[in-house]
């Protein structure tokens, strides 16, 4: 059974930085396409980066040039580098496998961005 525990959220003003972390347990690491995912409130979840086994990443376009995602897969873990944060980045974030399993999302972290 896999589990992913996130962590590393809280609440930055504008221009700021975070950094979060996914840690998982099973062989995931090893073998999937990991990424981070948001949602925000009345929106839905949306896919912001992802990280290949080998390490190529994709981002989506409102987060590119800001965030950076890398893993440690000998370690069981995803980061997500969050710098230059926008209000708009305000959301419970997650780490899931790319394509997403519902059995793997965990509890989140919120990210909260205001002034």
């Known amino acids: 059974q896999v589990q992913l525990v996130e962590s590393g959220g809280g609440l930055v003003q504008p221009g700021g930085s975070l950094r979060l972390s996914c840690v998982g347990s099973?062989?995931?690491?090893?073998?999937?396409?990991m990424g981070w995912y948001r949602q925000a409130p009345g929106n839905e979840r949306e896919m912001v980066a992802q990280v290949t086994v080998s390490g190529y990443t994709n981002y989506a376009e409102s987060v590119k040039g800001r965030f950076t995602i890398s893993r440690d897969n000998a370690e069981n873990t995803v980061s997500l580098q969050m710098n230059s944060l926008k209000p708009e980045d305000t959301a419970v974030y997650y780490c899931n496998a790319i394509p997403a399993r519902n059995d793997y999302w965990g509890q989140g972290t919120q990210v909260t961005i205001s002034s």
């Open positions: 099973g062989s995931i690491f090893k073998i999937r396409t």
